[in-house]
């Protein structure tokens, strides 16, 4: 193996990004939240990037892996799941828990005790000081509990596995892996992945209910409040103007669904023609979202994930003619054989943070192909490394017929320079070799600084906590 290609470091830098007070099923954003930024460095000096969750949970499974890469080769990417430990609940007693294993994740959600912060060369440290709070992953609920089975079918990005974590892991490692090859080859990824089939990718303008300001001391900015169909109309057309976005997603399951059916329709008649979608997040019964689909009919591209779970979404299916999409039950290659079997929907999110890397995504988009399942792209919030990952895989995607999610245009911080520009609501696909990103390494390091000294609650993301702090009366919404 030529010595340029092996992995000589391996840095993490957690951080804190600036969010804006967006609603959800599950509470609002906190005012920071946590990714982890991951550079892994060649004995040719090349660095490779990559993003995922910065949840504590996430970092305790990062660390023994980023020890154990020194000496790989940056092209045994399909190597990562077997160091990351994935599958691992199932072999683990075989092995007995080899060196490579990681961190183990606690039953109760919680994480293995982290050892204190090392700084390495003076650069930002690769260790997250041990947490004052139990963690859950980010977007699920915080009594939610990790486990190797697998519960809490509620959490924004559906069923929560020790795998699910450690694929998110593994995902920024990959990118990180393909980023370095792709740079010493002079190719960019989606050459690694196969090649290009469009030279831009869509994205979809992300419409969220949300509060003017976050509640105290937070980050501000001059959106407003969106509180009711005249307020996400305001910001539908701000997009619109900014980004040229010709789909727009609307997040419900904030209001009375009765509301949201008036934005979907509000936004039909500001912009006629174009693609909408709603998102409740699981928030509604089967009869309320039997309600939404036929008032709706005649204007969804899809309704994403109007209730919960694989069986209530067939029961839908199986008594509208509304497309379902999903990112919450159909997000494991195991859920998939119940899922397609049950006709429970008719488009897959891809996200190649939880499916466990891009190579794991075209994996997927080859299964819907086979099925004849669509394809769209979910997102969380995200920096540019992850929307650079996202653009080069969704360009490999022949079968990628939906505009992506994106939250990026919600974050005003980004560790890369220049910020990616949307025209028309598009991305161009970069040629450049790698991910075609560049580092800034002043931002990386003040955003690792504010996750060194914000308040230790907010390096796990917690909407619901985030919420009962100034409502504390506040529910879980249920329709
Ligand atoms: O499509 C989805 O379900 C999401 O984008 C989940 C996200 O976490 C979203 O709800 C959010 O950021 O509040
Ligand atoms: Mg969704």
Redesign the pocket.
């Known amino acids: 193996m030529d010595s340029m290609l092996i992995i000589d470091e391996v840095r993490l830098t957690p951080i804190l990004i600036s969010d804006p007070p967006?609603l959800?099923?599950?509470g609002v954003?906190q005012p920071y939240t946590p990714r982890l930024i991951v550079e892994v460095i060649t004995r040719a000096g090349t660095t490779g990037l990559g993003e995922t969750y910065g949840d504590r949970v996430y970092l305790d499974l990062a660390r023994p892996l980023a020890d154990t890469l020194p000496g790989h080769p940056v092209t045994d990417v399909n190597a990562l799941f077997e160091l990351a430990g994935v599958g691992r609940a199932a072999a683990g007693e075989r092995d007995g828990g080899s060196s490579l294993s990681p961190a183990p994740v606690a039953r109760d959600g919680g994480s293995s005790p982290a050892p204190a912060p090392v700084a390495r060369d003076g650069r930002p440290s690769s260790s997250p000081a041990a947490g004052e709070r139990d963690a859950g992953a980010s977007?699920a609920p915080p009594h939610a509990p990790v486990t190797e089975a697998g519960v809490d079918a509620a959490g924004?990005?559906g069923v929560r596995t020790a795998d699910k974590l450690r694929l998110s892991v593994v995902s920024a490692f990959e990118t990180a892996c393909l980023d370095a090859l792709g740079k010493t080859l002079g190719l960019p990824v989606h050459a690694l992945l196969g090649g290009k089939v469009r030279d831009s990718v869509e994205y979809s303008a992300?419409l969220?209910h949300r509060w003017a300001a976050h509640p105290g001391d937070g980050p501000t900015d001059d959106w407003g409040a969106a509180l009711d169909p005249a307020g996400v109309v305001a910001q539908a057309r701000r997009f619109d103007r900014l980004h040229g976005f010709r789909s727009f997603?609307l997040?419900g399951g904030v209001f009375p669904p009765e509301q949201e059916i008036a934005t979907i329709r509000a936004l039909a008649e500001a912009f006629p023609g174009r693609p909408l979608r709603l998102?409740p997040?699981g928030a509604w019964s089967v009869d309320t979202s039997l309600a939404v689909a036929h008032e709706l009919r005649d204007v969804l591209e899809y309704l994403?994930?109007p209730a919960s779970g694989t069986d209530a979404m067939a029961e839908i299916a199986a008594r509208t003619d509304v497309p379902l999409a999903t990112?919450?039950c159909v997000t494991t290659f195991e859920e998939i054989p119940e899922a397609f079997a049950k006709d429970a929907v008719r488009i897959v999110?891809c996200d190649h943070h939880y499916w466990g890397g891009l190579h794991r995504t075209r994996e997927l988009a080859a299964l819907c192909r086979t099925y004849g399942i669509g394809l769209s792209m979910?997102?969380?919030?995200h920096l540019g490394i992850s929307l650079a990952a996202m653009t080069q895989v969704a360009a490999t995607l022949p079968e990628l017929h939906h505009a992506c999610?994106t939250?990026y245009p919600w974050q005003t911080e980004d560790v890369v320079t220049p910020r990616p520009v949307f025209r028309a609501g598009r991305l161009p696909v970069s040629d450049a070799p790698g991910l075609g990103v560049q580092l800034d390494r002043r931002a990386l390091a003040a955003l690792h600084r504010r996750w060194l000294t914000a308040d230790v609650a907010l390096r796990d993301r917690d909407?619901t906590s985030t919420i009962l702090s100034t409502h504390p009366t506040w529910t879980p919404p249920h329709w």
Request: aromatic share 8%; net charge negative; glycine share 0%.
């Open positions: 967006l959800n099923v599950q954003h977007s924004l990005r992300y969220f997603k997040k998102d997040n994403e994930d990112n919450m999110l979910h997102s969380n919030t999610d939250h909407d």
